[in-house]
Each structure stands twice: as C-alpha cells, then as structure tokens.
C-alpha cells in the first residue's frame, strides 16, 4: 500500500515481533474466557483457536486500513465479556457448537458492518464526549467481571454464566474441592507476572509465567480437563466451509436475534476502546490518528475476523504500548505482530494443548486487575458528588446488568447533570461563549509590565470556560500548542467557572507532562470551584506549589521580576 512508509523497517519488525509474543497468551486466554459459559469437551480448545484467529486477522487488517499507525489490535477484555455473553446464551438456548460458531461470527460482521458505517459517518469524534466516571465506572466493573469469572478455572472449576450465580456458587465449589495443583500454577503465573519485571524489563513477563508454569505443569500428570487441548492446525476456513459445521440444526430465528445487538455492542464497546488507544498511542508517539479510518480498518478487521470465526476485538492498550516501546511506528509492526501468530496457527499450535487453564486465569486476573480504576475509587470522597454518582452506577450496573445499558444510563444521567451545572453557572452570570471557547486570543489587558528578559520564554496559555468532559479534547489540543522552547507556562483560570473529574485529570496530566519538560507552571486568578478541586486532589499544592499561584497576573509578573533579580 502506497500509504504504509518503510523507513522505520528495523523497528517496525522487532516491535511486531515483541508486541506478538505478548499477544499469543492473551489471545489464548480470551479465547477461552469468551468459550467460558459452554460445557462442551472442545470448548477451551475452540475457544484458544477463535481467540488466535481474532488477533491474528483483526491484527492485520486493522493495521492495514487503520488510522493509527503503530496500533495493535485484537482480543480485549471489555469485548471479550459481551462475546461471552452472547455464546453462553446461544449455547444455554440450543446447545449446539454449530450454533455458537455461527452466532460468533455473525456478531464479528455486524460489529464490523457498524464500525465502518461509524467511520464513514464520522462519529469518530463524538468518543471523547463520554465523560470520565462513565468510562472508569465502566472499565472497572469490565475488570471486576473477568477477575471473578476467572476464579474457577484457577480453582480447576468451569464458570457460571451470570456474574450473580459465579458470586453466589463460588463457596459451594470451594467446598465441593478445588484442584490444588490448578490453584498453585495459577497463584505462581500471578506471581511471575508481578515479580518478573523487578528483574528485567526486556522479556514480556506474561510470557515469562506462561511458559515457566506450563513445563512445570508436564511434570505434574495434570487431567486433561485442565488443560487447553488440541488446537487445530492448518490456515484457519471460512465457516461456511468449516468441518464438521452443521447448518441443518441451527435455529437462524434465535441467532440472529441473539446477535445483532451483540454486534452493535461490540462495535460501540470496540470503537470506544480502540480510539482511547489510539490516543494513547498519539501522546507516545507525538502523532496524530485519523479516527474516522481508525473505525473503518477495524470494522473491516473484524468482518474478516469474524467470517473465519474469530472473535472481535479492538486496540489494546498494552500490546500497543509494548510494539511503541519496542520501535514500532508504522502499520507494518501491527502486521508483523499478526504473521507471527498465524505462523503459531500453521504449525506451533500443538504446542498450545500443554498449556493449563489455571495459568491462562492467571494472566486474566492481573489483566482484569489492571483495568480497575483504583484511582477513580480512591478520589471518590474529593470529586463532585455528582461525578461520583455517576462512577457508582456505572460500575454496578456493568457488573450485575449489562455493559450496554450501564453506559447509555450513565451518559444519560452525566448529561442530565451536566445541564443543571450549566445551567447554574448561566444564572450565576457567565454567558455560554464563555463555557466553549478554548482558542488563542490576544493578550488580556491585564498582561503588561511582563519582564523584557524572560518574555521570550514565557507562554501565556488563556483558558476561557468550564473544562469538562465534553471539552478537555479541545483543552488537550491547546496544551500541547505549548512550544518546546517554552521554560515558563502561565495558565491562565480567570474565566474557568467549572472544572469535573474528566477536566480535572486532564488538567493534573497537562502539567505532569509540562513539568516532565522541565517547564515551571504557574497559574493565576482560580475560581472557587476549580480551586477547591485543585486542592482537595493535591494537584495544589503537591504538583503546583501555592506560591505558584496567584490571585492576580500582577502578583505573577511581581513574582517573575523577583525571581529574575535573584537569578
């Protein structure tokens, strides 16, 4: 393709190379997590073998026609809890494997469909409205559902289906008897996991536990039904040729119901999740992802993963940050990082039956450990109450009812909040030009008798309006304007009326990374509001000292003059 560059080849290379062999034991353990509800023989197998196929062709063809280009796709956690769901049902409604494979592939189209309807619709831009107690309330209870579900299978049980009965049936099993073999290769994966980097960075340590735990466990006569088991070998068929597929016992009424709003789940779920990455992945490089064809490339990832009976995904976060860390820049490392897997689906999968279930649990409950927002917990006593509601019902609702409706409940209700707040700060005489204009303006006439000798260096950043969630995409925008000659940033608070969690946070990570810089921040003239958010969440005065606040920018060009005649 015209559009891919080769410059960074070298680099391109050995991040796809390092960002698939994170992938591998991922893909595997989502695979079977998403198999988790079916009691069938070949489940685990099935399941390892769809969570392969999803990372390798998602992989690839997303990084093909995506536009994020050092992005890696595939297998998530948050996409992998709804596909779960949906075959758990399919299996519970005909207890036909042929009828889960075709509800999973059908899901992986209509995911797809929808993404590239998003794309060409250009809604791509809208993801940076959800507010940030919607996306950790959502995350964290993602991250809560796949620790629980994975206590089974470190225990040497197979998992309920509701979240509910895994709560309710898990003492029961326990007592019932465990597999003290599974728990300890299980507790031991945890334990490489988050020791192994304390000696070397250099080696995934997912990697690390999943093959130490897994010669270990060939030592130990482990039953058969604790193991993956035989994965097929060969280049993956279509499912309408794939063998031993038996279309004559499927109900097509039934699933299709039960996957076309699965479907448009995943691509809502997958967009959101794949666009954060992407955002991530643009503060790392210091490059721009274009969202719209972001959506498209994924949505044509996920149909062809989903033909091939794969299971959806989206961009993952870590293997991507893994494939930058490593040198990768260009789609060519997401393409790499897919030929090595289709390189262990050809011939390396035998290899694969050996590994225990227990270990691959492991690995799931520190990811599912990662992707609780403990931070968000932690300030739940120091952001507004109203944020806070939201974050609770968003978190339990994810957890007890569906991912869905937790997050269309939560927008609705941030949005509702949001216009009383709006509307609070109107009557309190702020004029809604106020409330939305992020641009650069022309020095306030407050700004003279700035000092001749620094005035070079110094950057005057004038925010005008609430920061919040609907605009901290903008005020991220206008921050990284900051020159990098820049050694002085005066943040200017004056006509900021409001600041919620989403802006604050935004806020804290714009002077971290102006600090990082070595650039002095100082802010001026703070309203209440913003103030007391500042201060209640240390940003004040733990990050910005209180003697680099000021309650007029005449104080702050008195305090400059005094510094520059110390110096």
Not at 363 to 370: A, Q, S, V
């Amino acid at each position: 393709m015209a559009f891919i560059k080769t410059d960074n080849l070298k680099g391109d290379i050995f991040g796809g190379i390092t960002a698939g062999i994170v992938a591998l034991p991922l893909a595997l353990a989502f695979g079977i997590q998403a198999f988790g509800g079916i009691d069938d023989p070949s489940a685990s197998s099935m399941g390892a073998l769809a969570g392969l196929i999803g990372a390798t062709f998602l992989g690839f063809f997303a990084s093909l026609f995506g536009g994020t280009h050092s992005q890696i796709s595939g297998p998530t956690g948050p996409m992998t809890v709804i596909t779960a769901s949906l075959l758990s049902g399919v299996w519970a409604a005909q207890h036909s494997m042929s009828a889960v494979l075709i509800s999973m592939s059908l899901a992986g189209l209509f995911c797809g469909v929808f993404q590239i309807l998003f794309g060409i619709m250009k809604i791509g831009k809208y993801v940076r409205y959800i507010p940030y107690p919607v996306l950790s309330g959502f995350m964290s209870g993602i991250g809560v559902i796949i620790i629980i579900q994975q206590l089974y299978p470190l225990i040497g049980c197979k998992s309920p289906v509701l979240v509910v009965d895994m709560i309710k049936q898990f003492p029961e099993r326990v007592a019932d008897g465990i597999s003290i073999t599974a728990l300890l290769l299980g507790l031991g994966t945890i334990a490489i996991i988050y020791l192994f980097p304390l000696i070397t960075k250099k080696i995934p340590s997912t990697l690390v536990a999943l093959l130490v735990m897994t010669v270990i466990s060939l030592f130990l006569n482990m039953d058969e039904k604790l193991l993956i088991g035989q994965i097929p070998a060969g280049f993956p068929m279509p499912v309408f040729a794939k063998e031993g597929l038996n279309l004559s016992e499927i109900d097509w009424g039934v699933v299709l119901k039960a996957s076309v709003i699965p479907g448009l789940t995943l691509a809502g779920l997958g967009s959101i999740d794949t666009l954060l990455t992407s955002v991530v992945a643009d503060n790392i490089t210091k490059t721009h992802h274009n969202s719209n064809r972001e959506l498209v490339g994924q949505g044509i990832g996920n149909m062809i993963s989903g033909l091939f009976c794969g299971i959806s995904g989206a961009g993952a976060t870590m293997r991507t940050v893994v494939n930058v860390k490593s040198g990768g820049r260009t789609q060519i490392s997401g393409m790499v990082h897919s030929l090595l897997l289709l390189a262990v689906l050809l011939g390396l999968g035998s290899l694969v039956r050996y590994v225990p279930l227990s270990v691959l649990a492991g690995i799931l409950i520190t990811i599912g450990w990662g992707i609780i927002d403990f931070k968000g917990f932690k300030d739940l006593p120091k952001i507004p109450r109203a944020d806070a509601v939201v974050l609770i019902i968003v978190f339990l609702l994810t957890v007890f009812v569906d991912l869905l409706t937790a997050v269309g409940i939560g927008m609705v209700i941030a949005c509702v909040l949001f216009m009383k707040r709006a509307s609070d700060l109107v009557e309190g005489g702020y004029s809604s030009a106020e409330m939305t204009n992020f641009d650069k303006e022309s020095p306030w006439q407050d700004e003279g008798g700035m000092p001749d000798k620094v005035q070079h260096k110094i950057y005057i950043q004038r925010l005008n309006g609430p920061i919040f969630f609907g605009t901290i995409t903008k005020f991220q925008q206008v921050m990284n304007d900051v020159p990098e000659d820049a050694k002085i940033v005066i943040i200017r608070m004056r006509l900021v009326s409001f600041m919620d969690q989403s802006g604050l946070y935004a806020m804290e990570t714009a002077i971290k990374e102006l600090q990082d810089r070595g650039v002095l921040v100082l802010m001026t003239i703070i309203q209440p509001q913003p103030l007391y958010m500042l201060t209640t969440m240390k940003v004040i005065p733990e990050l910005v000292p209180e003697q680099h606040t000021f309650k007029t920018f005449e104080d702050c060009t008195a305090f400059l003059k005094h510094r520059i005649e110390e110096n």
